[in-house]
């Protein structure tokens, strides 16, 4: 893999710091101080249309914010991976490895439709230590989650747009979806003790307690959040495995209900010398869709079944790349859903029948390596929103939200 896609997937994971950054410079003391990072710029154009009603199901991107059946639109933005500038401090004292990291992940783009914004979004997204030697590595701070990390790692939309999360004036200040919500939902960027094994070897284990986060009307958590990854990488052949489970209570409420939520994602990756295969997949109670924890919870707000009020979401992605004999393009293309279910089956907000809703892309890219650190992108992407029914009453045509989007971008790692 070349030196700049490194740098690309290691940014957004958090991992730049093992990347070999452009910039160093070793200090007296025998610390050293790196500068790395990207900056990158979309050119989107987008076509949305619509049957029936917007469906504004759990975390279903709202595609038409208005009555209108279509309507399109042209973007300048940043894509799924955001610019980062990155700087970091490495140092050895007796026997430990000691690195202090901060990272900002500034967009070039305003909201939609926004002139006179006076700046675009500036993130700081990792903010974090570690102390590392033969034992392991124990990471303190603000740093990306390991539930569903490496799904969204191989997802090839990392270097692209994917799904745009912008549909009319006022949206899209920040980066685009890409994936998220769409075959996996966002591990976020959170406060974390994480203890990992020894790198540098096939096999490697993360286990982390995270700040944990409200998840509807169950507001407190007397606990952390526990997640946490295994990996497999040796050859041609990459595997994982993540879990994550936290429980909240809601202490408002006469009863004092309290609820568990849970999730399970994996994926296989196969890369032989020119192409490689890639599958994941999630599935979980009370996590949401799109983002963590987002529409974990079906009881409009009032807790009164406990766990059982947390809904159902589960998702997948299928890719292929190609990159043929020296050259310096790779060709991908995916496929992947999210889905979400209510728990509740006696919803009468949908007559009475249980609901689901999904959240599908298929995306296709060709990404050329036009310098060591310069890559240029087209892409091409289809997305759909759907409401789906089942019982008696269920509606004979359910509402579907569609969005065609090309795109061209430019990328530099440095």
């Known amino acids: 893999m070349k030196r700049s896609i490194v740098l690309g997937v290691l940014a957004l994971a958090a991992l730049v710091s093992r990347a070999e950054a452009q910039l160093t410079m070793q200090m007296s003391n025998g610390w050293s101080f790196s ?6 710029a979309f050119l989107t154009y987008e076509s949305v249309s619509k049957s029936g009603q917007t469906p504004y199901g759990p975390g279903s991107p709202a595609l038409v914010p208005d009555s209108a059946n279509r309507f399109n639109q042209t973007r300048i933005q940043t894509g799924l991976l955001p610019a980062f500038a990155v700087f970091e401090a490495k140092g050895k004292e007796g026997n430990t490895d000691l690195v202090v990291h901060f990272g900002f992940a500034p967009q070039i783009n305003c909201a939609s439709g926004v002139h006179d914004c006076f700046g675009a979004q500036i993130d700081m997204r990792q903010v974090y230590l570690t102390a590392g030697g033969k034992w392991g590595q124990i990471l303190a701070g603000r740093e990306l989650g390991l539930f569903l990390r490496q799904n969204i790692l191989t997802d090839q939309t990392l270097f692209g747009v994917g799904a745009t999360g912008a549909a009319g004036p006022g949206t899209g200040g920040g980066t685009t979806l890409g994936r998220i919500g769409f075959g996996y939902i966002y591990p976020q960027f959170k406060a974390q003790f994480t203890y990992s094994t020894p790198g540098g070897k096939a096999s490697q284990l993360s286990v982390g307690i995270f700040e944990a986060a409200s998840n509807g009307p169950y507001f407190t958590t007397e606990i952390p959040r526990l997640e946490a990854e295994w990996v497999y990488n040796k050859k041609q052949i990459k595997g994982w495995l993540s879990g994550t489970v936290q429980t909240n209570k809601d202490t408002y409420d006469s009863g004092s209900q309290s609820a568990t939520a849970y999730g ?8 032989p010398k020119n192409f490689s295969v890639t599958g994941s997949g999630y599935y979980g109670k009370g996590i949401g869709t799109t983002l963590l924890f987002n529409a974990g919870v079906d009881v409009g707000g009032v807790a009164d079944a ?13 890719q292929v790349t190609w990159t043929p004999t020296n050259s310096k393009a790779t060709i991908a293309g995916s496929y992947g859903s999210s889905y979400i279910e209510d728990s509740n089956s006696g919803n009468t907000a949908n007559g009475g029948v249980v609901t689901k809703f999904d959240n599908t892309l298929i995306s296709g890219g060709l990404y050329y390596q036009s310098t060591k650190s310069l890559k240029l992108v087209a892409e091409f992407d289809y997305t759909w929103s759907k409401e789906h029914f089942s019982g008696t009453g269920a509606p004979t045509a359910p509402n579907k939200n569609s969005s065609i989007t090309p795109v061209l971008g430019v990328m530099l790692f440095f």
């Open 264 to 271: 399970i994602g994996g994926g296989l990756r196969w890369q």
């Open 35 to 40: 500068f790395s990072g990207n900056v990158n």
């Open 306 to 318: 406990g766990s059982d009020d947390l809904t159902k979401s589960w998702g997948y992605i299928g």
